[in-house]
């Protein structure tokens, strides 16, 4: 699977630009603020309905303009597919498969499964559980159709459950509510567990090339103590659950470790590895759903040649193209890229000021 055709029209500084990309490695190049990324930005916004860059998505609609629209045909193995996508300022949002309107956006992200690599993508490795369960979730959803909706629903009595809780609501009251919970939960980190294996497996080919004498562990935690079942937990904590107001653990603080030896990944490596390292869990990722469901990801990579040797940027872009995915880099000196690379890149871009070129 890949874009075929991208259409962009007012989005961020880009007011109109077509473009016909490759199936295989796609070169942008440009200066600083031409709008590199903005042309990223904008393909994982048609594949997931929101920006990578800002939690607020009117900011990527062009200032003084009152929407956004993004088009683009999908070479699939059955033909191509239109998916259209219309972003208002005022929230609403239109999206169109095949000219059918669609109300979740969970088949969008169904449709075009997106793997992005930015320089702010440490945040894997640095803020938080919430991206690493994000990033564990995205493999969880596209491997096993059923994660969606028992996902869906942990959240949701899980919100429930924890008004009930603000409300001081017994025990008793609470414990109809643990027991969807339970079931639910169950599934979750069942499917949750076998993708973290699953991706471990592939991991380690990548790992081994990008970072061959670091001993890098990455494995997963449910949430809670591996001890316990959930349904235990869950009585167990509730006087601390009441007066914390929140239920404390459970599959919502489901969390991926990495660890090099017995220090923290972000502790033991320097930027260039971190970034190898994040490189190599997306790359592993994409290779497993190919693998899984026979799908392949787009890739977004953004600023390839940051924090990156030439040996490193050779690497990198070889195991890139060894997924057999479509592939889109940036960069600010076309050679950053070209130089790594043995056969010069299917296609290459040029941005100016939003203005998009290709270079025959
Ligand atoms: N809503 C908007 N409307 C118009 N222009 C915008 C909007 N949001 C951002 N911009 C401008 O779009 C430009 C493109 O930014 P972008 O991050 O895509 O550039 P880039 O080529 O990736 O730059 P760099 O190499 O510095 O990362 C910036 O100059 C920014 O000021």
């Known amino acids: 699977m890949s874009l075929h055709r991208l259409h962009i029209d007012t989005f961020r500084n ?5 473009l016909l990309p490759s199936s295989g490695l796609n070169l942008i190049y440009g200066d600083n603020g031409s709008g590199k990324t903005s042309i990223l930005e904008a393909i994982y916004f048609l594949g997931m309905g929101r920006s990578f860059r ?3 998505s009117q900011r990527v609609i062009q200032n003084e303009q009152e929407q956004l629209t993004l088009f683009a045909q999908l070479q699939k193995e059955e033909g191509l597919l239109k998916v259209g996508l219309r972003r208002y300022r005022n929230g609403d949002i239109d999206v169109k498969i095949d000219g059918e309107r669609i109300k979740r956006l969970s088949v969008l992200a169904e449709t075009l499964p997106i793997q992005v690599i930015t320089p702010e993508s440490f945040s894997l490795l640095f803020e938080g559980p919430k991206n690493r369960r994000q990033f564990i979730d995205w493999g ?4 096993d159709p059923q994660f969606y909706l028992a996902w869906a629903n942990v959240r949701k009595i899980m919100k429930h459950r924890n008004q009930m809780l603000k409300t001081g609501s017994a025990y008793s009251q609470i414990q109809f509510w643990d027991k969807e919970l ?5 599934l979750v980190t069942e ?6 294996d ?3 497996a592939q991991l380690k080919g990548i790992i081994g090339e990008f970072l061959p004498r670091v001993d890098v562990k990455v494995s997963f935690s449910r949430g809670w103590d591996s001890k316990t079942e959930l349904s235990q937990l869950l009585e167990n904590q509730y006087p601390r659950d009441l007066a914390s107001g929140f239920t404390v653990s459970g599959p919502h603080k489901a969390d991926l470790r990495l660890r090099v030896g017995n220090l923290p990944a972000q502790d033991a490596l320097s930027r260039g590895q971190l970034k190898l390292l994040v490189c ?5 990722q994409g290779k497993l759903l190919k693998q899984q469901i026979g799908k392949n990801s787009i890739y977004l990579v953004d600023d390839l040649p940051s924090e990156l040797d030439a040996q490193h940027r050779q690497l990198l872009l070889r195991q890139l193209s060894e997924t057999g995915a479509q592939v889109f880099v940036t960069a600010i000196e076309p050679s950053a890229i070209v130089d790594s690379l043995q056969t010069p890149p299917s296609k290459v871009f040029h941005v100016e000021q939003g203005q998009v070129t290709v270079i025959e």
């Open 14 to 18: 880009i007011h109109s630009a077509q």
């Open 54 to 56: 800002s939690h607020l």
């Open 140 to 143: 969880a959803f596209h491997s």
């Open 182 to 186: 339970v079931n639910y939960g169950a």
């Open 191 to 196: 499917i949750r567990m076998q993708y973290v």
């Open 198 to 200: 699953s991706l471990n």
């Open 280 to 284: 190599a869990l997306r790359i592993a």
